[in-house]
């Protein structure tokens, strides 16, 4: 096995991958497919790739290798994983149900790991309890809520040190002077109590420098006496 396409999916299944390789059996009844110990039903097979879909995975987000099983000779593993994940935009992460709605109180918990893909309504409230929500890397994406409260090892991630979230990533706290205020906590509040948020976007060299030349009302470009790596929709003041 060489590669596999995509690389992750959610935990209800359905999601169908191609498996590259070499000397593959040309018969779909030669192979088995898992992933973490799940099936993935084989739809079409050549000697250099697999389709399957994958099933359901009852248990938490786990990187699992993918297997497939030649019947009569063993198993073909390589350095290949797949990542079964639970996605904002999936039913599945919602027991079958959609996202939520505008106004909804919403509770991540049990060690559960969602992946924020999508921009959110206003939410109600978000309270991440034993779990962690991450921003998906994969796009840009926003949390439009109320009130966030964190509590019990919760887990707020949007990038890391060693890889810095490389997206636009959002959240906006919404309220008014007549909000409900919580107990120690307050209004319009991203609240942490026994948790932890982690945000790290990608680091600006420079958050400054001169005009080597003038900058023209009405003018498309600007040139400037250091290099710089802004990143397209930046917003700058001249």
């Known amino acids: 096995i060489t590669s596999v396409s995509p690389v992750r999916g959610g935990t209800g299944g359905g999601t169908t991958i191609t498996i590259n390789g070499n000397n593959f059996p040309t018969s779909g009844n030669a192979v088995t497919v898992t992933i973490a110990e799940s099936p993935c039903l084989v739809q079409t097979i050549t000697p250099t790739s697999i389709t ?8 938490r987000s786990v990187q699992a290798k993918v297997k497939v099983f030649i019947n009569s000779s063993g198993y073909a593993i390589g350095t ?22 505008v106004g ?3 509770v991540v918990s049990d060690g559960v790991t969602v992946y924020l893909d999508i921009e959110t309504p206003i939410l109600k409230v978000l ?34 040190e060693s890889i810095p979230f490389r997206h636009r990533g959002v959240i906006t706290m919404y309220g008014q002077l007549r909000s409900i205020e919580l107990p120690i906590f307050g209004a319009k509040v ?4 026994a948790g932890t948020v982690d945000m790290h976007g990608i680091p600006n060299a420079l958050t400054w420098t001169k005009l080597r030349s003038t900058a023209y009302n009405g003018s498309s470009t600007i ?16």
């Open 52 to 59: 399957c879909e994958t099933g359901s995975y009852k248990s």
């Open 104 to 106: 909804t109180l919403v």
């Open 190 to 193: 991203l609240a942490v109590r």
């Open 127 to 160: 309270i991440i309890d034993n779990a962690t929500l991450i921003f998906d890397d994969s796009q840009d994406v926003t949390l439009n809520v109320e009130y966030i409260i964190i509590v019990n090892d919760g887990h707020l991630q949007v990038g890391t």
């Open 80 to 101: 290949v994983y797949f990542h079964y994940i639970d996605l904002w935009s999936s039913i599945w992460t919602w027991g079958g149900y959609q996202p939520p709605d």
């Open 223 to 238: 040139t400037l006496l250091e290099s710089v790596n802004w990143t397209v929709n930046s917003q700058i003041i001249i």
